[in-house]
């Protein structure tokens, strides 16, 4: 890896901490554990449209692992890690299938297997399966926010790529 | 055309969600709450006829919440945990959605059984 390409990724995990971080200022409407806005996904997406795999899975990791420090709740990073890693597998695989117009959808479902992670997580951390009633209200509220951040990803990576060439 | 399946699987995820979540924040008619930490029921109530009152519950680990009954209404007021999600999800209505304080391993709901 050259020094461009990780500066490059080094902007990236910090702009996506940034996000958070604001993020964290927002108050949240619902008072439900695990709903967020998750606008810190917009650099999710950005990086696996135009990264490779393995320099998004970093991107992802940083800011996880950052991100948990500087809110000061470790204990919820387990549910994000959870969310995250099947979130990060699920939009891998579709970036393949979806073309450059529907990258907002890739978000959208991206946003349900994060939730369907955390939700999983919860069952097993729990042991109980009564959490699983939260899941329907974590997805509506989840695709709500992961089609916002699609679409905000999908206008920056147009033009991006009007910019630097095409993807990837 | 493999994206509209897609789609279509999308849509429909989301349509059943929304509906269930309608069901699952519908509010309870039952009216006997009780008050669970660590597995074992601590008090249980009768909302119609419970008088107004205030029942501090301290954990294992020295925290504490403060449980306040009003109108008929149950709620969480106050907790010393960092997070405070039992106190801003507020006042207990839904069968499926028992008010959980996590730190203290406390948690609110309806009783099942008896209406």
């Known amino acids: ?168 | 055309m493999k994206n509209r399946k897609i789609i279509i699987a999308v849509g429909l995820i989301f349509f059943v969600s929304v509906c269930l979540s309608v069901y699952i924040l519908r509010h309870s008619d039952r009216q006997t709450v009780e008050i669970v930490q660590d597995g074992a029921v601590l008090y249980t109530f009768d909302l119609n006829r419970a008088e107004d009152q205030e029942i501090r519950v301290t954990s294992a680990e020295g925290g504490y919440n403060l449980i306040v009954i009003k109108d008929g209404t149950i709620c969480i007021s106050e907790a010393d945990c960092p997070d405070q999600t039992c106190v801003k999800m507020g006042v207990l209505k839904s069968d499926y959605l028992p008010i959980v304080c996590l730190p203290h391993k406390l948690i609110v709901r309806f009783a099942e059984g008896e209406a």
């Open chain 1, 1 to 168: 890896m050259n020094i461009r390409r990780l500066t490059e990724l080094a902007l990236l995990s910090t702009v996506a901490l940034i996000i958070f971080v604001i993020e964290l200022r927002i108050p949240n409407p619902f008072p439900i554990p695990g709903v967020k806005l998750g606008l810190a996904n917009i650099v999710t997406v950005y990086a696996v449209f135009r990264c490779r795999p393995s320099e998004t899975a970093m991107i992802v990791t940083v800011r996880l692992l950052l991100g948990a420090m500087f809110s000061g709740n470790p204990s919820a990073l387990l549910y994000s890690a959870a969310g995250a890693v099947c979130c990060l597998l699920g939009m891998l695989v579709l970036r393949h299938i979806l073309p450059e117009k529907q990258i907002w959808l890739c978000s959208v479902i991206g946003a349900m297997l994060h939730n369907i992670g955390q939700i999983t997580a919860a069952v097993i951390i729990m042991r109980s399966f009564g959490v699983i009633a939260y899941l329907p209200l974590l997805l509506v509220t989840g695709s709500l926010a992961g089609v916002f951040t699609g679409i905000c990803a999908q206008m920056l990576l147009k033009r991006m790529n009007r910019q630097n060439g095409p993807l990837r």
